[in-house]
T-cell receptor
């Protein structure tokens, strides 16, 4: 039974570019949440997707957007990258009926130069 | 606003010694409390969680945590630390009463273990 998977593992971009990160939830889960973890900090909630709609959003600008597909996988898109977007991006999956229990993937480390 | 405080940024213990990592959360109704562990370059692994009932909860890898509502605390403990426990530990909370199920994390405590 595969856990939460994320791709790519590492990514290097330059300022102003756009990036897409991908996440496949754990088998049986239908909800995906995204978190940003800056160096030396705890993860911060970006947004949550269920039934292909954004259900909750944290305090992040509109440059951060997402999508969920019918197979429950999800993408995180960041436009107009800033140096401060350099971070580990974590995906967490859960069931809509048990949102309090979230399982995390290994993350995608993004470096913006 | 919801917040979680982990007062200790870095703790060093000797292998075999006991461990207590502190966590305080801002007051809120019906908190769900969690401890996660993160090894270098890895994602987060759930150690244990508290939703209700017995205030002493057992988790994986020999860890336990105690919920104290009067102190707004949820401290993590382990009676005997192993070298493989060296990692970063995050306390997190969900306030389900607000209709939100986003995890709010503390800044983490880095644990170093010396032989």
């Amino acid at each position: 039974d595969a856990g939460v998977t994320q791709s790519p593992t590492h990514l290097i971009k330059t300022r102003g570019q756009q990036v897409t990160l991908r996440c496949s939830p754990k088998s049986g889960h239908d909800t995906v949440s995204w978190y940003q973890q800056a160096l030396g900090q705890g993860p911060q909630f970006i947004f949550q997707y269920y039934e292909e709609e954004e259900r909750q959003r944290g305090n992040f600008p509109d440059r951060f957007s997402g999508h969920q597909f019918p197979n429950y996988s999800s993408e995180l898109n960041v436009n107009a990258l800033l140096l401060g977007d350099s971070a580990l991006y974590l995906c967490a999956s859960s069931s809509w009926g048990q949102l309090e229990t979230q399982y995390f993937g290994p993350g995608t480390r993004l470096l913006v130069l | 606003a919801q917040s979680v405080t982990q007062p200790d940024i870095h703790i060093t213990v000797s292998e075999g010694a006991s461990l207590e990592l502190r966590c305080n959360y801002s007051y809120g109704a019906t908190p769900y409390l969690f401890w996660y562990v993160q090894s270098p370059g890895q994602g987060l692994q759930l150690l244990l969680k508290y939703f209700s009932g017995d205030t002493l909860v057992q988790g994986i890898k020999g860890f336990e945590a105690e919920f104290k509502r009067s102190q707004s605390s949820f401290n993590l403990r382990k009676p005997s630390v192993h070298w493989s426990d060296a990692a970063e530990y995050f306390c997190a909370v969900i306030y389900s009463g607000a209709g939100s199920y986003q995890l709010t994390f503390g800044k983490g405590t880095k644990l170093s273990v010396i032989p």
